[in-house]
């Protein structure tokens, strides 16, 4: 049965102790690399010449089939489940409240080791249904049109907890086939984007390996086209990020001088717009060739003049890009305004007539702090006044 359109929990389940990311002792299989999996598998007794074929077959069940319990794993003697359940286990994150937008849009609050808790979002559309994937607890950035950015950084997840995410919202999609029934190949969940909480090239091991989990064919197989990688422009991973990965890359860029981008995404202050561009220009060379996104949240009076459009045009000359207008999400002390629907048409004419395509997205899960830039651990934005907030994003101003 679908959820109903709501703007409250409609899943909350009481806190409980969070589960050791060892599981008690046991090692997670979630999030590990086949090569690792399989030095786990050995460690554990499983003879060598078999161990490569047993990670086929445990991975099919983990990532194609969406299993938690070796007791399934129907195809594996029942001695060895045994014998991987007294040293194993399949966890991922647990899912503590779940909200849905009147927009279809889903945000699951979901907890990880050591009682840390991180959002995730699903937007469903016509053609395709998009999972937005946090990357680290919090952030280290500070955008200061973020509300993300006022949460400091904790830590990095980790692959488990990167694709735990995956794996946790296609059980609430009810998405996982059964075994020895035709595969649906309609997919709820078609796309990530690594857009949520964090930095993800600030967490690049972790991440690549999670997506090199999703994009396996005999698992969750999903296309490198299919999965976007956001940025704020850490540029030395920005090769290693087409060279190890190969996914869509998108870029935070939101301002077309130094010194309004130094405001609003400071990571700037690093790494300039000339020294970002070079590295972008250099990116299409790589195995992937598509077109790079550059994301640009409009802000009222601070970057969404004609004269920012075609500033905007002549930076990224040379570039495969597409240009994503963002109407600003607004949150509770927001140091910004949206422009006005009349100047985000303006803006992206200026660019269309350029030759670039400069869709505007439409703000998904508002009522539900679910769009882009709006997502905070809930706990966080529970111990904090509305004056809490208002002097945080001062400071973050000044």
Request: aromatic share 6%; proline share 5%.
């Given at each position: 049965?679908?959820?109903?359109?709501?703007?409250?929990?409609?899943?909350?389940?009481?806190?409980?102790?969070?589960?050791?990311?060892?599981?008690?002792?046991?090692?997670?299989?979630?999030?590990?690399?086949?090569?690792?999996?399989?030095?786990?598998?050995?460690?554990?007794?499983?003879?060598?010449?078999?161990?490569?074929?047993?990670?086929?077959?445990?991975?099919?069940?983990?990532?194609?089939?969406?299993?938690?319990?070796?007791?399934?794993?129907?195809?594996?003697?029942?001695?060895?489940?045994?014998?991987?359940?007294?040293?194993?286990?399949?966890?991922?994150?647990?899912?503590?409240?779940?909200?849905?937008?009147?927009?279809?849009?889903?945000?699951?609050?979901?907890?990880?080791?050591?009682?840390?808790?991180?959002?995730?979002?699903?937007?469903?559309?016509?053609?395709?249904?998009?999972?937005?994937?946090?990357?680290?607890?919090?952030?280290?950035?500070?955008?200061?049109?973020?509300?993300?950015?006022?949460?400091?950084?904790?830590?990095?997840?980790?692959?488990?907890?990167?694709?735990?995410?995956?794996?946790?919202?296609?059980?609430?999609?009810?998405?996982?086939?059964i075994p020895g029934e035709p595969k649906d190949e309609t997919r709820l969940l078609s796309n990530i984007v690594l857009m949520g909480m964090g930095e993800p090239l600030y967490n690049f091991d972790n991440v690549r390996d999670a997506m090199k989990i999703a994009m396996d064919e005999e698992g969750i197989s999903l296309s490198r086209r299919r999965i976007t990688l956001s940025t704020s422009g850490v540029v030395p991973e920005i090769a290693k990020t087409s060279e190890e990965i190969g996914c869509q890359l998108a870029v935070s860029f939101h301002g077309t001088t130094?010194?309004?981008?130094?405001?609003?995404?400071?990571?700037?202050?690093?790494?300039?717009?000339?020294?970002?561009?070079?590295?972008?220009?250099?990116?299409?060379?790589?195995?992937?060739?598509?077109?790079?996104?550059?994301?640009?949240?409009?802000?009222?009076?601070?970057?969404?003049?004609?004269?920012?459009?075609?500033?905007?045009?002549?930076?990224?000359?040379?570039?495969?890009?597409?240009?994503?207008?963002?109407?600003?999400?607004?949150?509770?002390?927001?140091?910004?305004?949206?422009?006005?629907?009349?100047?985000?048409?303006?803006?992206?004419?200026?660019?269309?007539?350029?030759?670039?395509?400069?869709?505007?997205?439409?703000?998904?899960?508002?009522?539900?702090?679910?769009?882009?830039?709006?997502?905070?651990?809930?706990?966080?934005?529970?111990?904090?006044?509305?004056?809490?907030?208002?002097?945080?994003?001062?400071?973050?101003?000044?």
């Amino acid at each position: 049965m679908a959820d109903a359109p709501i703007t409250q929990d409609v899943l909350t389940i009481p806190r409980k102790q969070p589960a050791d990311s060892s599981g008690g002792g046991k090692s997670n299989l979630v999030g590990l690399t086949r090569p690792a999996m399989r030095d786990a598998l050995i460690a554990i007794g499983t003879p060598e010449k078999q161990a490569k074929m047993r990670v086929g077959q445990i991975w099919q069940w983990i990532y194609q089939w969406g299993k938690r319990d070796f007791a399934d794993m129907t195809n594996l003697a029942k001695a060895y489940r045994a014998q991987l359940a007294k040293h194993f286990v399949i966890e991922v994150p647990e899912v503590v409240s779940k909200q849905v937008s009147t927009d279809g849009t889903r945000k699951w609050l979901v907890r990880i080791a050591g009682g840390h808790e991180v959002e995730v979002v699903y937007i469903p559309e016509t053609d395709r249904g998009t999972l937005c994937v946090s990357s680290q607890v919090g952030c280290t950035l500070t955008c200061s049109f973020c509300h993300t950015g006022t949460q400091k950084l904790v830590r990095n997840l980790t692959a488990a907890e990167i694709i735990g995410q995956v794996m946790m919202a296609r059980d609430d999609l009810n998405e996982w086939p059964i075994p020895g029934e035709p595969k649906d190949e309609t997919r709820l969940l078609s796309n990530i984007v690594l857009m949520g909480m964090g930095e993800p090239l600030y967490n690049f091991d972790n991440v690549r390996d999670a997506m090199k989990i999703a994009m396996d064919e005999e698992g969750i197989s999903l296309s490198r086209r299919r999965i976007t990688l956001s940025t704020s422009g850490v540029v030395p991973e920005i090769a290693k990020t087409s060279e190890e990965i190969g996914c869509q890359l998108a870029v935070s860029f939101h301002g077309t001088t130094d010194e309004i981008r130094d405001k609003l995404v400071p990571i700037n202050k690093r790494w300039n717009i000339e020294t970002l561009l070079e590295a972008l220009r250099a990116y299409p060379r790589g195995r992937n060739s598509e077109r790079i996104t550059f994301e640009y949240v409009m802000l009222d009076g601070v970057n969404d003049t004609d004269e920012d459009a075609r500033r905007l045009i002549k930076l990224i000359d040379g570039i495969p890009a597409k240009i994503n207008l963002i109407p600003f999400n607004e949150w509770p002390g927001a140091p910004y305004k949206r422009s006005s629907n009349n100047r985000i048409r303006a803006f992206a004419d200026i660019i269309y007539n350029a030759g670039y395509a400069s869709p505007i997205r439409k703000p998904r899960g508002e009522d539900i702090m679910a769009a882009c830039g709006q997502l905070k651990s809930a706990t966080e934005r529970a111990r904090k006044s509305r004056k809490q907030i208002e002097a945080e994003v001062g400071a973050l101003r000044d």
